[in-house]
């Protein structure tokens, strides 16, 4: 599993991505959230995450937040 920060979200749209801890950012979809709903989720958090492929390139898989949005 990866780790990496919520860099931003598009609540309206339903998706978002994760900056990687080295400095990559992956896509991810609402439906890939675990442990919570994308809704609570927001910018700054920590994830944990696996990395997939995707028609487009780089997808994060089975996001599940570490902490609330100030890494605690």
């Known amino acids: 599993m990866s780790t ?3 860099s931003h979200l598009v609540k309206a749209r ?3 991505f ?11 979809h609402r439906s890939q ?3 919570t ?3 609570l989720l927001s910018q700054g958090q920590n ?4 990395v997939g492929l995707c028609t ?3 997808l994060a898989m089975d996001v599940m937040p570490i902490g609330d949005a100030k890494g605690r």
């Open 4 to 6: 990496g920060v919520i």
């Open 18 to 28: 994760i900056r990687c801890s080295g400095g990559r950012e992956v896509f991810f």
């Open 56 to 58: 487009k390139g780089l």
């Open 14 to 16: 339903g998706f978002g």
């Open 33 to 35: 959230v675990q442990g």
């Open 37 to 39: 709903t994308f809704d």
């Open 47 to 50: 994830t944990r995450f696996r």
